[in-house]
């Protein structure tokens, strides 16, 4: 399975912030040892797309509407991501769910759309703490992913994002023995819905915790928040 190395900018960096982080990023980008994908915030887009064209640095929107145009004040098209030069869309990320309200079943909604338009949907799922210390961690990932690849196309690309809510933004990195675990669960899981997919951790990944992450099995690369926004360390994380 290749190995993805994806980078979530939440709402972060203007677009001259963007251009500048391109410019000093595409000078290192050729050491990474797996496909680079930046998530710019939705404004900073255009500015991303423009300044990666003729490198191996792919973009992506950090959401998208289950709809490609009409009466949705407020939302951001697919359509317009993918004109601009975008690969990717990250759908029902942790923050979109929790913050956002987002269902299984709009999130369901806007994977096959991005599917149809071409795109690749890397769709994120994960436990609460509360729920992990439940023991309801297996369950809530395979709601999620029953749920959220409903109307998916197993013949399309899909990525998967592992990101344990707890682990996001905590500084609490999952344990090797736990990515391991879910892990394989996850993968378990797609392989009994008949899907294939690279499973991307995420949570608190830095550099020098990614090399003994990357090494568990069925971890086919980082979904990398914090840590992305700087080169020197998003590049060390790429390089593992
Ligand atoms: C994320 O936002 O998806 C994420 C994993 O953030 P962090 O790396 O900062 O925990």
Redesign the pocket.
């Known amino acids: 399975m290749k190995k993805i190395f994806a980078a979530?900018w939440?709402l972060h960096k203007t677009p001259a912030e963007t251009r500048a982080f391109f410019k000093s990023f595409k000078e290192v980008s050729a050491k990474a040892t797996g496909e680079l994908v930046f998530f710019p915030s939705a404004i900073s887009l255009e500015a991303a797309c423009d300044t990666v064209k003729g490198s191996n640095i792919h973009i992506g929107a950090q959401n998208c509407y289950a709809q490609n145009q009409g009466a949705f004040t407020g939302e951001n098209s697919a359509q317009v991501v993918k004109e601009l030069g975008g690969d990717y869309i990250l759908i029902g990320?942790?923050?979109r769910r929790q913050l956002f309200g987002e269902t299984d079943g709009l999130i369901a909604e806007k994977v096959a759309m991005v599917q149809n338009l071409g795109l690749t949907p890397m769709l994120?799922i994960g436990e609460t703490l509360q729920e992990r210390e439940a023991a309801h961690t297996f369950r809530v990932l395979e709601t999620q992913l029953l749920l959220g690849l409903a109307k998916a196309d197993k013949s399309k690309p899909l990525v998967i994002?592992y990101?344990p809510v707890w682990?996001?933004?905590?500084g609490k990195v999952a344990t090797p023995e736990q990515v391991a675990e879910t892990h394989t669960d996850v993968h378990g899981i797609l392989t009994k819905l008949g899907f294939t997919a690279p499973i991307l951790y995420?949570?608190?990944?830095k550099a020098d915790n990614a090399p003994t992450l990357i090494a568990q099995p069925h971890v086919s690369g980082f979904?990398?928040?914090?840590?992305?926004l700087e080169v020197d360390s998003f590049i060390k994380i790429a390089t593992v």
């Open positions: 979530n939440k990320h942790s923050e994120c994002a990101e682990a996001i933004g905590t995420g949570g608190s990944v979904l990398v928040g914090g840590a992305s």
